[in-house]
């Protein structure tokens, strides 16, 4: 059962901000939202996390709702190093730690590829 | 500091053999979680190890199997090698249960991975 929704594929042009949405109606209480990036023939790199509201670092902003139900990477700015992969991840509530029953198989989903050009 | 090393970087192997794949994580990591990523299917959860037990699995046969030591070094074995073998292998480590739901948890660093092709 797929836990995360994101687009495909986008497209923008350098110097543009791209919004990322991601769509998890059936987060728990508990559970936070991570963001990561992925470059071909790559490990995907870790962006940003968050749990409520708006949090910023220096590569990105991640906007929550108050439901939660959904939650939007913002990157400002772009440039054609930002061509990649990226992929949302939230709890999983299918299996989970074989010892206390808790956590996530941590899906990744099939992310969104995004495509900077000039 | 150095990050999570997986080692060999690419191998090819035939039908039938069994292959070794190693993962070094962050030091003072203890969670070490590995992946399959092919086109078809994507990034696929395999298995997490934390403190030398294996704490979450996924959906793959028993062919595939892993353990970690006491340095937090883990390795996964695929034995009886199929075709649809062939993908990126991938490691990430974490200080905390990346399974779990503390602040923290699935904020992985992974390796460059290892890419296995069977013939």
């Not at chain 1, 990036?37 to 910023?56: A, D, L, M």
């Not at chain 2, 990034?43 to 030591?69: A, I, M, W």
């Not at chain 2, 993908?87 to 200080?95: F, G, Q, T, V």
Request: charged content about 15%; some cysteine; hydrophobic content about 30%.
């Amino acid at each position: 059962l797929a836990k995360t929704t994101q687009p495909i594929s986008m497209d923008s042009y350098e110097g543009q901000e791209v919004n990322i949405t991601c769509s998890h109606n059936n987060i728990a209480t508990n559970d936070y939202i991570t963001w990561y990036q992925q470059f071909p023939s790559q490990g995907p790199r870790f962006i940003i996390q968050g749990y409520k509201t708006k949090v910023t670092n220096e590569v990105a902003s991640l906007f929550i709702p108050a439901d939660r139900k959904s939650s939007t990477l913002s990157l400002p700015r772009v440039s054609l190093s930002d061509t990649a992969v990226y992929y949302c991840l939230v709890g999983d509530m299918d299996g989970g730690d074989l010892l206390t029953g808790g956590g996530n198989k941590l899906t990744f989903g099939t992310g969104t590829q995004l495509k900077v050009e000039l | 500091k150095a990050g999570v090393t997986q080692t060999p970087r690419y191998l090819i192997k035939t039908r039938g053999q069994q292959v070794t794949l190693s993962c070094s994580p962050i030091s003072g990591h203890r969670s070490v979680s590995w992946y399959q990523q092919t086109p078809g299917q994507g990034l696929q959860f395999l298995f997490e190890y934390f403190s030398e037990t294996q704490r979450n699995k996924g959906n793959f046969p028993g062919r595939f199997s892993g353990r970690q030591f006491s340095n937090s070094r883990s390795e996964m074995n695929v034995s009886t090698l199929e075709l649809g073998d062939s993908a990126l292998y991938l490691c990430a480590s974490s200080l905390v249960l990346a399974g779990g739901r503390s602040a923290g948890a699935n904020v992985l660093t992974f390796g460059a991975g290892s890419r296995l092709t069977v013939l």
